[in-house]
């Protein structure tokens, strides 16, 4: 699986820009301009601020930084930015189109759980994958023999290998390269590297000895444990999430109140006039960023209006979050049917709202917290069909300002700027997704 990013993504984009073993396109059309391909390269590089540093390393210019695109880079720019960047780049669509089968394909390989099924989806579509690869690169003459390397068929494999050993992330290689990269720092000597590294590797493994014997893991931890940012509130009403700093010194404006008295009416059923006047006792403060912790993953979102944003920093601030919507809304004597949609949208405030006292006109009972997030929605255009299943949206307006509870907010997600619209790419998939199974659900 490896080898997929380091060999045949490097080959298609050899045979892409004319530049593999000095084969031209044959009886094809698939070469892209150098103008096309540097452009592409260019976004490739720029693409990075607008995408979360949560979703991997910087890619840099494919086209002039080549030899330091590694496998993990490849890898994030097959299955989200080429998508992307290549669309309407072809000649004819049909090579557009052979990529994204093979995107579709690495998609399901990629899963954490496989059924059998999508195992036998594997093994036909790359048969049919291969079969066009050769029509179009190979286009069966055997002066161009050298576009098939041991990759090609070696595709014809992987839901043998799948079927066999399990799904490919049980046994891929990031995570002995991720290893070679922690313990490359502990080369101290050019003229004894090996030596170096066995020193390092040793004292390590005695330090986390040591840690676990006298269970002393916090106080011989070499970084800061993740979330215990200084200045941060974890709230209990909020187990899955903790604000961090900046806060704002300033109450909201009167149109944020607004917002926040809107939101709060519609979750409480409490009219207009009783929640501002509840909010007149209530502590009101906005914070510039948040964390999820309720997984691995961690993501932290910040707000676009508060804190200073220096000028290196890659974009953390638009978000995936979901809303019960009623289908029936535009159908006044139909009952409410509610169901959960996905929006996207940037992240413009954080509030926390705490009511000391008990309100009994919105329903507390005693002291209550809630947190809020103000979210500019995103207007998504038509689905592409080519992209359907690859949780890539295209958007060029923005629209109304949501204001919700902060669980709603799902994760980070990013931004790809294309000629007419930007590309919202989200890597968190279906199997990370929560599932609303209605009020009657245990």
Same mark, same amino acid.
């Given at each position: 699986?490896?080898?997929?990013?380091?060999?045949?993504?490097?080959?298609?984009?050899?045979?892409?820009?004319?530049?593999?073993?000095? *084969?031209?396109?044959?009886?094809?059309? %698939?070469?892209?301009?150098?103008?096309?391909?540097?452009?592409?390269?260019?976004?490739?590089?720029?693409?990075?601020?607008?995408?979360?540093?949560?979703?991997?390393? !910087?890619?840099?210019?494919?086209?002039?930084?080549?030899?330091?695109?590694?496998?993990?880079?490849?890898?994030?720019?097959?299955? #989200?930015?080429?998508?992307?960047?290549?669309? &309407?780049? $072809?000649?004819?669509?049909? %090579?557009?189109?052979?990529?994204?089968?093979? =995107?579709?394909?690495? @998609?399901?390989?990629?899963?954490?759980?496989?059924?059998?099924?999508? /195992?036998?989806?594997?093994?036909?579509?790359?048969?049919?994958?291969?079969?066009?690869?050769? +029509?179009?690169?190979?286009? &069966?003459?055997?002066?161009?023999?050298?576009?098939?390397?041991?990759? /090609?068929?070696?595709?014809?494999?992987?839901? +043998?290998?799948?079927? $066999?050993?399990?799904?490919?992330?049980?046994?891929?290689?990031?995570?002995?390269? !991720?290893?070679?990269?922690?313990?490359?720092?502990?080369?101290?000597?050019?003229?004894?590297?090996?030596?170096?590294?066995?020193?390092?590797?040793?004292?390590?493994?005695?330090?986390?000895?040591?840690?676990? *014997? %006298? @269970?002393? =893991?916090?106080? *011989?931890?070499?970084?800061?444990?993740?979330? *215990?940012?200084?200045?941060?509130?974890?709230?209990?009403? #909020?187990?899955?999430?903790?604000?961090?700093?900046?806060?704002?010194?300033?109450?909201?404006?009167?149109?944020?109140?607004?917002?926040?008295?809107?939101?709060?009416?519609?979750?409480?059923?409490?009219?207009?006039?009783?929640?501002?006047?509840?909010?007149?006792?209530?502590?009101?403060?906005?914070?510039?960023? =948040?964390?999820?912790? +309720?997984?691995?993953?961690?993501?932290?979102?910040?707000?676009?209006?508060?804190?200073?944003?220096?000028?290196?920093?890659?974009?953390?601030?638009?978000?995936?979050?979901?809303?019960? =919507?009623?289908? @029936?809304?535009?159908?006044?004597? !139909?009952?409410?049917?509610?169901?959960?949609?996905?929006?996207?949208?940037?992240?413009?405030?954080?509030?926390?709202? &705490?009511?000391?006292?008990?309100?009994?006109?919105?329903? /507390?009972?005693?002291?209550?917290?809630?947190?809020?997030?103000?979210?500019?929605?995103?207007?998504?255009?038509?689905?592409? !069909?080519?992209?359907?299943?690859?949780?890539?949206?295209? #958007?060029? @307006?923005?629209?109304?300002?949501?204001?919700?509870?902060?669980?709603?907010?799902?994760?980070?997600?990013?931004?790809?700027?294309?000629?007419?619209?930007?590309?919202?790419? +989200?890597?968190?998939?279906?199997?990370?997704?929560?599932?609303?199974?209605?009020?009657?659900?245990?």
């Amino acid at each position: 699986m490896h080898l997929i990013w380091e060999n045949l993504i490097k080959n298609l984009t050899l045979l892409w820009t004319g530049d593999f073993k000095g *084969l031209d396109e044959g009886k094809e059309e %698939y070469v892209l301009g150098t103008a096309v391909w540097e452009a592409i390269a260019s976004r490739t590089a720029s693409a990075s601020d607008t995408i979360p540093s949560a979703y991997g390393s !910087r890619v840099p210019n494919i086209a002039k930084d080549r030899p330091n695109v590694s496998a993990e880079m490849w890898s994030f720019w097959t299955l #989200y930015l080429g998508p992307v960047l290549l669309r &309407h780049k $072809f000649k004819k669509e049909k %090579y557009y189109r052979h990529f994204i089968k093979l =995107v579709h394909l690495l @998609n399901i390989c990629l899963q954490f759980e496989i059924t059998n099924d999508e /195992i036998k989806r594997i093994r036909t579509g790359f048969i049919e994958w291969v079969r066009i690869y050769e +029509d179009i690169y190979f286009q &069966h003459d055997a002066e161009r023999m050298s576009t098939c390397p041991l990759t /090609i068929h070696a595709l014809l494999h992987i839901a +043998d290998g799948i079927k $066999f050993c399990g799904p490919v992330w049980c046994y891929w290689a990031f995570p002995m390269e !991720r290893y070679c990269g922690s313990i490359q720092p502990g080369i101290r000597s050019r003229r004894f590297p090996w030596a170096s590294i066995d020193r390092y590797v040793l004292e390590v493994a005695q330090l986390t000895q040591i840690k676990t *014997l %006298y @269970n002393v =893991v916090k106080e *011989l931890s070499l970084r800061e444990p993740r979330g *215990l940012v200084q200045g941060s509130l974890a709230d209990p009403n #909020y187990p899955s999430c903790i604000l961090i700093p900046p806060k704002s010194p300033a109450v909201p404006d009167s149109g944020q109140i607004r917002s926040i008295a809107a939101a709060l009416s519609t979750c409480s059923g409490a009219k207009m006039h009783q929640v501002n006047k509840a909010l007149k006792t209530a502590i009101v403060e906005e914070w510039g960023k =948040v964390r999820r912790v +309720d997984s691995e993953a961690g993501d932290t979102m910040r707000s676009c209006s508060l804190g200073i944003t220096a000028e290196d920093t890659r974009d953390a601030t638009h978000v995936r979050y979901e809303m019960l =919507v009623d289908q @029936n809304a535009r159908f006044t004597k !139909r009952p409410e049917n509610f169901e959960l949609e996905t929006f996207y949208g940037q992240l413009t405030h954080i509030y926390r709202i &705490h009511f000391p006292e008990p309100c009994p006109a919105l329903g /507390i009972q005693h002291p209550t917290t809630y947190i809020l997030a103000a979210i500019r929605c995103c207007v998504l255009q038509a689905e592409d !069909r080519e992209l359907a299943g690859l949780d890539i949206h295209f #958007y060029s @307006n923005t629209g109304a300002l949501d204001a919700i509870d902060i669980t709603s907010v799902q994760s980070l997600v990013g931004r790809v700027e294309t000629r007419d619209a930007w590309a919202i790419i +989200d890597r968190s998939g279906a199997l990370a997704r929560a599932q609303w199974l209605g009020e009657e659900a245990d």
